[in-house]
């Protein structure tokens, strides 16, 4: 993905060099920038954890196999501070966010262009975002809990954590996402003049830029109901023209392969030589020993016999022990034949927009809908076209959609969550299958004592 000293697999790790030598000059920030983008690839974080455990407790898979299952307790609903899968996740992620930190910190005293520096510190800055929108999201009760986001909300690490230094607090919801559009505007007020692209090879969506990160914050104002901004972020976005949804023939290969499709914003490359077995490996038919997140009949049930998203097209179908299970085809393969983790699609920015028009303080519904059937007949073209008038009918329809198109890219809980929509599964054999809104077990607990990046403790301060 990347040439010479900046391909991610290839960066010397930060514990081995000090931080005066590798941020001495450009070349070396530009070196820890790569390996913060390579961070994300862990089995805590994109690999696994934030893209599974949302649509196995929203409902979307189950598993094919009964013995080494991962991610069971958080299925099971019987997660607890002490013990709970997503604790590696709370630890990887202020892991990252320390590395992250580093690169703000120093890059500004590094030798080198100051226009290079303001590329680098840009980037950062929207990983850090993505970093805090992670975690706040899945530690943390959805912004729509009290009306203002006053609850508690999640530590939000803004500089390097270092042995000896406070434990930091957690603020509230609303601190921490506002926190998160600040790193997002001064990004993109950053790219206005420069669209990112500080690291070379690969492709404009395996970086951050101006487009990506609109594409987040949209995304960021969705959860936090902002719905006027984040119509007017979606609608900018979506008529720059820089995106063009692919067609419903060729919706299916866009899921394959390593180069972006037209409609891709954000997505983290993945190299031939990575090895790891990866998310993909997961859902791969073939691999006997990992495979294991199926898709349960809630989802697959949803499509009709001519969507291109349905089982006979959009899933790998295989008999184990007499029963058909299907897995997703968005990620078939692991180990060397995985492809890259969509994080933003063209798709979910015309669900976006279609979902705070319907919100906004004018509402209007004629965008709202033509946005829904867009999506809707992208995927199925035969599907009636909608003309909702109704409130609540037509969000509901725009939420039914966004699970049918997003569906295994780690969405549903936080859709149901933000909502305030119980879970309901029926094709489930957890300890609880249906789980209301409001349960505590819905929000991943803090680890009782979890290591902070290389640094600070924080004590655990309940769900």
Not at 3 to 29: M, N, V, W
Not at 163 to 173: I, M, Q
Not at 366 to 380: E, F, S, V
Request: aromatic share 10%; charged share 20%; proline share 3%.
């Amino acid at each position: 993905m990347f040439s010479s000293c900046e391909k991610i697999l290839d960066k010397e790790p930060t514990d081995r060099i000090s931080i005066a030598d590798l941020f001495k000059d450009t070349q070396g920030a530009k070196t820890a920038l790569a390996g913060a983008y390579h961070d994300l690839l862990s089995e805590d974080h994109y690999l696994k954890n934030s893209m599974v455990y949302p649509d196995l407790l929203g409902g979307n898979i189950k598993y094919s196999k009964t013995v080494n299952n991962r991610l069971e307790d958080i299925y099971n609903a019987s997660q607890t501070p002490l013990l709970s899968s997503m604790s590696a996740t709370y630890a990887s992620l202020y892991a990252e966010l320390n590395n992250v930190n580093n690169i703000i910190s120093y890059t500004t005293t590094a030798t080198g262009s100051d226009l290079d520096k303001a590329k680098i510190i840009a980037e950062a800055k929207c990983l850090r975002a993505l970093i805090h929108f992670d975690l706040v999201r899945a530690f943390a009760k959805p912004f729509s809990a009290t009306t203002d986001g006053s609850h508690t909300g999640i530590v939000v690490n803004l500089k390097p954590q270092l042995y000896g230094d406070p434990a930091p607090v957690r603020v509230s919801v609303a601190q921490t996402y506002q926190a998160i559009v600040n790193d997002l505007l001064d990004a993109i007020n950053t790219f206005d003049n420069n669209n990112g692209g500080i690291l070379s090879g690969g492709y404009k969506q395996n970086y951050f830029t101006k487009a990506s990160a609109q594409a987040l914050l949209a995304k960021v104002y969705l959860n936090t109901n902002n719905w006027d901004k984040a119509f007017s972020t979606a609608d900018e976005l979506i008529k720059s023209n820089q995106y063009s949804l692919i067609s419903n023939v060729n919706y299916v290969a866009s899921w394959t392969g390593r180069v972006p499709s037209s409609e891709s914003i954000f997505e983290i490359a993945i190299e031939t030589a990575f090895s790891s077995t990866g998310l993909g490996g997961y859902y791969d038919i073939t691999n006997t020993t990992y495979r294991q997140y199926a898709a349960t009949a809630d989802i697959t049930s949803l499509y009709s016999a001519t969507d291109v998203r349905r089982t006979a097209t959009m899933f790998n179908s295989i008999v184990i022990s007499g029963t058909t299970y299907f897995f997703t085809k968005k990620y078939a393969n692991g180990s060397t034949n995985q492809t890259p983790i969509k994080v933003l699609r063209l798709s979910e920015l015309y669900l976006i927009r279609a979902e705070a028009a319907v919100e906004k303080a004018t509402p209007d519904f004629t965008i709202a809908n033509a946005d829904l059937n867009l999506i809707r007949k992208r995927g199925d073209a035969s599907a009636t076209t909608l003309n909702s008038t109704i409130k609540s009918d037509l969000v509901d329809a725009i939420l039914l959609e966004r699970r049918k198109e997003l569906a295994f890219e780690g969405n549903l809980l936080f859709d149901l969550a933000r909502r305030k929509k119980n879970i309901v599964r029926t094709d489930c054999n957890a300890v609880s299958c249906n789980i209301n809104a409001d349960d505590f077990r819905l929000v991943m607990p803090l680890p009782a004592n979890t290591v902070i990046a290389n640094s600070s403790i924080v004590q655990n301060q309940g769900y």
